[in-house]
């Protein structure tokens, strides 16, 4: 074969381009929102599953599979997905894919983050993240944001349906707006304006709907609750008058009970954190309006 | 040498004309440094064979069993490099080696060409650093025909990602023959290959299935041929609901080889088949704790002047978070030639600092 059959063939395996994109999203409220954006003209799935916690996913080979043909990958970076998402993205041998190229996208470093860590980083601090709490998605106002750069995102990979991409954002974005506005309503008639949950992945769906989380059942990030913290929580709680406890469905539920028989007037509600975090929550509309009816006391 | 020099052409052109950019962006503080880690493993143990003399590499009593060092960082945006150093007691003393130094390509599809010195992919265990392991030390086939530290040459390798709708992948490496218990070839121009192909299936979304052959060859040091094959066979759960409680691991690796002309150094006897059989279950019982079990026998085929070996290994493990671990180990062997068993127990302890380590499956 001599050089110019073989340039032939890199260049024509090169411009086989999919009719569809295809993307890889890390998690399945990135998917559904890459769906609302991309309609018909993406096809989209997610590596880690709504009941999963996204810190600790397992860089299995088929996502490497899934990865090697992805025309774009949407993580949430800061951190979020640092113990297997580079694994993957090497085993994907995809270079569209690696970060710096268009076919990468980490949406966290286009938002502004909360509980980003000032001072000295000690890993005594438990498993903290440098660049900010990396649970952005659970904020309604932020999953417009996000959707806006992906449709910015998809526009560069396909220019032609920018102006459909851009749109379908703004649909999006607009209707988790008006939404949030209801939710808010129905929120401040609950009259709760704290609550305790497990580890600090609600911190933006509670920061917007202004509930203060005064205490986690978590000593520190990633360490799991000791039987003396629980009751520490429990004591602040009654100091405090909460009466609310938001388990994320990801971690051991038994923790319920030992809440209730330290002190059996707290409401314990194990709460989806993600789409398809839940049968019922097939988007990110089900999963906040699952989230409001667990403060509601309704779910 | 006209092909040759067009394929090295083509491939050049391609891992340079790629705009990839670097794998890990700068992050703020840490500047162009590399991703920095130290992990180190010791051990406090009691062994019915382990000698009670501290100049021997492993005895009983607390032991440093190695501190590895690791550099990682992108070159440039068509390169990646990883340096790896250990220290480890040997006789009484500390030594310091260069493990792993190799680069790696980021911008090639389909393909990962990797240069260095780096631990043959041979099998499931031979990769696997110390800190790694499922239990305390590798399989019995494993140190007697590689060696504790494993099959770890320099050379050349180029890992395929084959287009088939599961997860099969191919890796060919051409690499030095230095191993001493497989190969000492007698000239260092001689190059030993290396096949390993390796398949995952998704028997559901919380269970995989792996199965791996690999075979290499090359000039020993009696200047004839030593081979070596092995298949491995790994089941992996981790339930879709509750996986941050729950998974099991299960591996079973066979190695096979044939040294020709091979004469045992000790005994001065023919020693040309050597292989032996693994099979270990990993349970993970919550979030923090684990327990295992390995069954081995060592001298499948039983060739003198090596008498089989059966061992069984048990283990159960307390990791406070993803950077520290406490294990406590029992193991019991006996040599079918032997009147009595070996016992063994020891509580190793294994420390991770510095830069998030990226999991392997």
Not at chain 1, 97 to 111: A, Y
Not at chain 2, 16 to 28: D, E, G, K, P, W
Not at chain 2, 90 to 112: D, I, K, R
Not at chain 2, 154 to 163: F, H, Q, Y
């Amino acid at each position: 074969m001599n050089m110019k059959k073989i340039f032939a063939l890199i260049l024509l395996l090169g411009n086989l381009a999919h009719a569809k994109l295809m993307v890889v999203a890390t998690t399945t409220d990135l998917s559904s929102i890459a769906k609302e954006v991309g309609g018909n003209l993406i096809e989209v799935e997610s590596i880690a599953k709504g009941t999963q916690d996204p810190h600790f996913i397992e860089a299995k080979p088929s996502f490497m599979l899934r990865s090697a043909h992805a025309d774009l990958l949407i993580s949430v970076g800061l951190d979020l997905e640092i113990g297997w998402l580079p694994n993957i993205i090497r085993g994907a041998r995809n270079p569209k894919i690696n970060p710096g190229n268009d076919g990468f996208l980490e949406i966290g470093e286009s938002l502004q983050t909360l509980e980003k860590p000032t001072g000295d980083l000690s890993r005594a601090q438990g498993d903290v993240h440098p660049q900010g709490n990396p649970h952005v998605t659970l904020d309604p106002i932020r999953a417009g944001q996000i959707a806006m750069i992906i449709a910015e995102r998809l526009a560069k990979l396909n220019p032609e349906n920018a102006a459909l991409f851009q749109k379908n954002g703004q649909i999006f974005s607009d209707r988790l707006k008006s939404k949030t506005e209801l939710w808010k309503k129905r929120i401040i008639a609950t009259g709760i304006s704290k609550v305790v949950t497990y580890h600090k992945t609600l911190t933006y769906f509670l920061d917007r709907f202004a509930i203060q989380n005064a205490a986690i059942l978590e000593p520190k990030p990633g360490i799991p609750p000791t039987s003396g913290h629980i009751l520490d929580v429990t004591q602040i709680m009654k100091k405090q008058n909460i009466k609310l406890v938001l388990i994320e469905n990801y971690f051991d539920p038994s923790i319920v009970k030992k809440i209730q028989s330290i002190d059996p007037g707290v409401r314990s509600e194990i709460v989806p954190v993600s789409v398809d975090g839940e049968k019922a929550i097939g988007n990110l509309d089900e999963l906040y309006e699952t989230l409001v009816q667990a403060v509601e006391g309704k779910k | 040498m006209k092909n040759f020099t067009i394929l090295v052409f083509t491939i050049s052109g391609m891992i340079f004309a790629n705009s990839a950019r670097s794998q890990t962006a700068a992050r703020s503080g840490k500047g162009m440094n590399p991703d920095m880690s130290v992990n180190f493993m010791g051990v406090f143990q009691q062994g019915s064979a382990l000698s009670n003399d501290r100049l021997e590499g492993d005895h009983n009593g607390f032991n440093f069993n190695e501190a590895e060092l690791q550099f990682t960082s992108d070159v440039d945006p068509y390169l990646r490099a990883t340096a790896l150093f250990a220290v480890a007691a040997e006789a009484g003393e500390f030594a310091f080696e260069a493990e792993e130094v190799y680069m790696e390509t980021l911008s090639l599809p389909s393909v990962t060409l990797k240069l260095g010195k780096f631990k043959s992919s041979f099998g499931k265990q031979n990769i696997l650093h110390p800190h790694a392991y499922s239990f305390f030390e590798v399989p019995l086939i494993n140190a007697a025909l590689l060696g504790d530290e494993g099959l770890n040459e320099m050379g050349v390798s180029a890992a395929l990602l084959l287009p088939f709708s599961w997860f099969s992948e191919l890796t060919l490496q051409s690499q030095t023959l230095s191993n001493e218990s497989l190969f000492n070839s007698a000239k260092s121009n001689q190059l030993g290959w290396l096949a390993r192909l390796n398949n995952l299936w998704d028997l559901n979304d919380s269970t995989t299935v792996a199965f791996g052959i690999s075979g290499l060859s090359g000039k020993n040091q009696f200047n004839r041929q030593s081979s070596a094959w092995g298949a491995d066979l790994t089941l992996k759960w981790r339930p879709e609901v509750g996986g941050k409680y729950r998974s099991i691991a299960w591996t079973t690796e066979y190695i096979g080889s044939f040294r020709d002309n091979w004469i045992d150094a000790e005994t001065s006897q023919s020693f040309e088949k050597l292989g032996g059989l693994s099979s270990g279950f990993n349970f993970q019982l919550d979030q923090r704790w684990s327990t295992g079990l390995r069954l081995e026998r060592l001298g499948i085929p039983n060739i003198a002047p090596v008498n089989a070996i059966n061992k069984i290994s048990a283990i159960i493990g307390f990791f406070p978070s993803e950077f520290s671990g406490f294990r406590l180990q029992y193991a019991y062997s006996k040599n079918e030639s032997a009147s009595k068993a070996d016992h063994y127990a020891g509580l190793q302890y294994n420390i991770s600092i510095g830069a998030h380590p990226a999991h392997v499956y």
